[in-house]
């Protein structure tokens, strides 16, 4: 099983990341797909979720209207657009795989956005 991040990177308040994480090793689409995230010195945290094959989308609250999910079972892929960016969401994020058995994780990628 693989999930590999990439996308991150340093931007200034305000500008747009899209964060991809491809997989394999796992029947995608009988997996629920999430980010999560860390930020230095906090615990992680729950970003955005995409449940039952693609039915049901969910977000945090302070991401709603700036970041996109969204799942392509045909790449296995999992991919975050974000927008307007804020210094606050600066994180390590995470793709994650889960099922009522098990979960995998990426390794992460770094954003980092300065004000």
């Known amino acids: 099983v693989r999930l590999v991040e990439s996308g991150g990177n340093m931007v200034q308040s305000g500008g747009s990341l899209r964060l991809s994480c491809a997989t394999s090793g796992f029947v995608f689409n009988n997996y629920d797909m999430i980010w999560g995230r860390q930020a230095p010195g906090k615990d992680p945290e729950w970003v955005s979720g995409i449940y039952n094959n693609g039915a049901r989308t969910y977000y945090r609250d302070s991401i709603k209207g700036r970041f996109t999910i969204s799942g392509d079972n045909v790449k296995k892929t999992l991919d975050l657009q974000m927008n307007s960016l804020k210094p606050e969401d600066t994180a390590v994020y995470y793709c994650?795989?889960?099922?009522?058995?098990?979960?995998?994780w990426g390794q992460g990628t770094q954003v980092t956005v300065s004000s």
């Open positions: 994650n795989a889960r099922n009522l058995a098990v979960g995998y």
